[in-house]
């Protein structure tokens, strides 16, 4: 059609402006051209050129699917299992992975995102360094035998470490503490007044964490507290989106029958995501990993 001759202006109009008018999208019409294409009698189908790589796309996908096992997290996309391919020597590209994984119906289902206008929170929240902002936040889910339980979480804004994890009966200021606790004991080495100075907490404005009682531990330790905007869960992101791993990877997909089973859980998943979970953002390293790589810059900088 983008080739024929309008009658009334003697015009020919290209692909764009009859997709516009017609309301359709031009990627759908490339893409019947393209599946359009079939060999000739007695000749191999086309496809694209370039190197094979380490192996055939039925060998490779064997490869994806046996890795989807072995993972012990759910919802993992094309580029960390691009990621984890290299690490075992099977070089090839992430849109080759991407592809194959599409076809095969093996990629993770992603969310559909809204147009947002301008935001009270623009800025940056992830640090370069560790200890210089901590996120906390809250969740709830339910046990067989004793009902709702809460999950309090602490994580490092830098390398998107988690350093805590609680799991109680009660949602009190008492309880939003402990994560906080285990982080500054673990990373710190003690529980005094002032270990912690300088280190921000983010939080929401949730009534455990604007209570006085948690002001003045921060405080007593040191540090600073950085409440987010008011309706603006953005601003505590990094808390927010480890909240929805630990629900995709572990509130959601097993049941506990009490409170301390499920805290014990908790932490069984906090060393295995530390140790395990890839971050693309640090070159597909592991928390650990590129809490152990800022150390060491430091400590080569101090040196210089």
């Given amino acids: 059609m983008s080739q024929a001759c309008s009658i009334s202006t003697h015009r020919v109009y290209g692909l764009q402006r009859v997709c516009q008018q017609w ?6 019409v490339y893409a019947k051209r393209k599946g359009a294409v079939v060999a000739e009698p007695g000749r191999e189908a086309p496809r694209r050129r370039g190197p094979l790589g380490p192996c055939a796309d039925g060998l490779l996908v064997d490869h994806i699917r046996r ?5 012990p997290f759910h919802g993992e996309g094309y580029r960390k299992m691009w990621a984890k391919l290299r690490v075992e020597g099977l070089r090839t590209s992430k849109e080759r ?8 119906q093996l990629q993770a289902p992603g969310r559909v995102g809204q147009a947002r206008g301008p935001k009270a929170h623009d800025g940056v929240i992830i640090t370069d360094q560790p200890e210089v902002m901590w996120g906390t936040d809250a969740t709830t889910t339910l046990t067989v035998k004793e009902g709702q339980a809460f999950v ?6 830098c390398n998107f470490e988690c350093l805590g994890l609680h799991a109680s009966a009660k949602g009190n200021r008492f309880e939003a503490l402990e994560p906080l606790r285990q ?3 673990e990373q710190f080495g003690g529980y005094t007044q002032g270990i912690a100075v300088g280190l921000k907490i983010r939080h929401d404005h ?3 964490y604007l209570a006085d009682d948690f002001q003045q531990e921060l405080k007593f330790l040191g540090m600073e507290s950085s409440p987010s905007f008011v309706r603006e869960p953005q601003g505590n992101g990094c808390a927010e989106r480890f909240i929805r791993l630990l629900k995709e990877n572990l509130l959601w997909v097993r ?11 908790l932490l069984e998943f906090k060393h295995t995501y530390n140790t395990q979970w890839l971050l693309e953002r640090h070159g597909y390293q592991t928390p650990v990993q590129v809490r152990k790589e800022k150390q060491a810059s430091r400590l080569a900088e101090a040196a210089g």
Avoid: Q
């Avoid at 309301?23 to 759908?28: A, E, H, K, L, V």
């Avoid at 309090?152 to 804004?157: G, I, L, N």
């Avoid at 049941?255 to 859980?265: H, Q």
């Fill in 206 to 208: 949730g009534s455990a």
């Fill in 183 to 185: 982080g500054v004991r």
């Fill in 23 to 28: 309301g359709f999208p031009r990627s759908t």
């Fill in 255 to 265: 049941s506990f029958e009490t409170i301390e089973e499920l805290r014990l859980a």
């Fill in 152 to 157: 309090f979480v602490a994580v490092d804004h």
């Fill in 97 to 104: 992975v991407r592809r194959l994984m599409g076809a095969h």
């Fill in 67 to 71: 890795v989807l096992v072995e993972t």
